[in-house]
């Protein structure tokens, strides 16, 4: 459902985010009623609202306090918009303050879909050439109250089949 998006430093990216029935976010490279179209370029990212009128950009921070209590819960790596070239592994890591609660799990996506991975820091080894949105969701299973971090945009680079040094 979720399309790959071809992304290349410098150049702008059109990536659309939606949630669905479910409660489900997504992001597409594809135009879908009622989804926020981001616009990403260069290290800036601005948002707009389905009717496509301006306005302002949101950090990948959140330091407000929240339902959960938390001061601090942001996504400190990879930063926005940052290119990674090759077999880069993608390092992750989650800044929360306070620390976590023993009633409280985090589950994290990756372009919408769920990852595995569910501690404060870990690795993607390999990604194919794209654009991804990375955010972590905390779940407190007492209250069923959860909190989501703002969504990082990172992009992955693969050297083109074509260039010189892959020719025989």
């Known amino acids: ?29 594809q135009p879908v009623p009622g989804a926020q179209k981001i616009f990403t370029a260069g290290g800036s ?27 601090e819960f942001s996504i400190t790596s990879p930063v926005a918009n940052q290119t990674f070239f090759g077999d880069d592994v993608v390092s992750v890591h989650l800044n929360l303050e306070p620390g976590l609660r023993p009633n409280q799990s ?10 595995e991975e569910q501690g ?10 794209g654009a991804y949105v990375l955010a972590a969701t905390i779940t407190d299973q007492a209250t069923g ?4 971090s703002d969504g990082v945009t990172f992009f992955v680079r693969q050297p083109s089949e074509l260039s010189p040094q892959h020719r025989n």
């Open 1 to 29: 459902m979720l399309a790959s998006l071809a992304a290349f430093a410098g150049q702008a990216a059109v990536v659309y985010k939606w949630t669905d029935s479910d409660g489900v976010v997504h992001y597409s490279d």
């Open 45 to 71: 990212s601005a948002n707009s609202s389905p009717s496509d009128s301006p306005s302002d950009s949101r950090p990948a921070t959140q330091s407000q306090s929240s339902p959960l209590g938390y001061t």
């Open 106 to 115: 985090i589950v994290w996506h990756l372009n919408g879909k769920q990852l």
């Open 120 to 129: 404060f820091q870990f690795a993607l080894p390999h990604l194919d050439r």
């Open 145 to 148: 109250e959860s909190r989501t």
